[in-house]
């Protein structure tokens, strides 16, 4: 209840503005309604990976990739592509510091999650980052991400259950063909995973070779079902 005031009380004296436009914001967020409906929908993806499938394909088909070789993880939600100004908010958000883009990004994902239907995961995992990327960082963007998604649905956050025990290097900088030996073998349970249905939580997906390499480490722990929750995914 305090809480709620707190926030109430901050919300009249800084009323939310949009980060895109500078509009007045829109159901208490720093979007309003035109920017909002604007951001680029993932709009007939992948049933298990979420990649854009290409005109004319069936919905919930699957692509070329998951059919040859599927990832570890049972299925992928990204509710939009990893095109401007998406990847401009996540920009802002990963490499700027912007928290508040976090808030705005992660209610979208929540407003997205919240509209499916079945059963709802146990466990909220954030992708980790090793400590030397969050000690220079100073915070995780999956974990900022994450806050909104257990408010609104209620399911209970794991933030620090799996760390990255091998740094790597920055899977953006890697060609599609070294990402997945540059995350092999870099995540593992700091203790054991009390929850059959999982949902990993991050801000993109590339090739889903880090969201893969976690879901099979989730598995051996005893997972029955790995999902992926992401707010974008990048075209192919």
């Known amino acids: 209840m305090v809480y709620n005031w707190i926030e109430s009380a901050l919300f009249a004296l800084y009323p939310p503005t949009c980060v895109l436009c500078g509009a007045d914001g829109a159901a208490d967020r720093d979007l309003c309604r035109g920017c909002a409906a604007d951001l680029p929908r993932n709009a007939n993806p992948c049933r298990r990976c979420a990649e854009p499938l290409p005109p004319g394909a069936p919905?919930?088909?699957?692509?070329?990739?998951?059919?040859r070789?599927?990832?570890?993880?049972?299925?992928?939600?990204?509710?939009?592509?990893?095109?401007?100004?998406?990847?401009?908010?996540?920009?802002r958000l990963k490499f700027r510091a912007h928290l508040a883009y976090g808030r705005v990004l992660g209610a979208l994902l929540a407003d997205h999650l919240a509209g499916v239907d079945g059963p709802r995961p146990d466990l909220i995992v954030p992708m980790p980052l090793h400590r030397t990327r969050l000690r220079e960082?100073?915070?995780?963007?999956?974990?900022?991400?994450?806050?909104?998604?257990?408010?609104?649905?209620?399911?209970?956050?794991?933030a620090d259950l799996v760390e990255r025990v091998r740094p790597g290097q920055p899977q953006s900088s890697l060609h599609k063909s070294r990402r997945q030996q540059n995350v092999r073998g870099a995540f593992a349970?700091?203790?054991?995973?009390?929850?059959?249905?999982?949902?990993?939580?991050?801000?993109?997906?590339?090739?889903?070779?880090?969201a893969s390499e976690l879901a099979g480490t989730l598995r051996r722990a005893g997972a029955e079902r790995v999902e992926v929750w992401v707010v974008a995914r990048t075209p192919p």
């Open 59 to 67: 919905a919930g088909t699957l692509c070329a990739r998951c059919l």
């Open 189 to 210: 349970l700091r203790r054991p995973l009390e929850a059959g249905h999982v949902a990993v939580v991050d801000d993109v997906l590339t090739t889903g070779a880090s």
């Open 137 to 158: 960082r100073g915070f995780n963007q999956a974990v900022e991400l994450a806050r909104p998604l257990v408010r609104r649905l209620g399911i209970p956050l794991a």
């Open 69 to 91: 070789s599927p990832p570890a993880f049972d299925l992928c939600r990204a509710p939009y592509l990893y095109v401007p100004p998406a990847d401009w908010l996540i920009g």
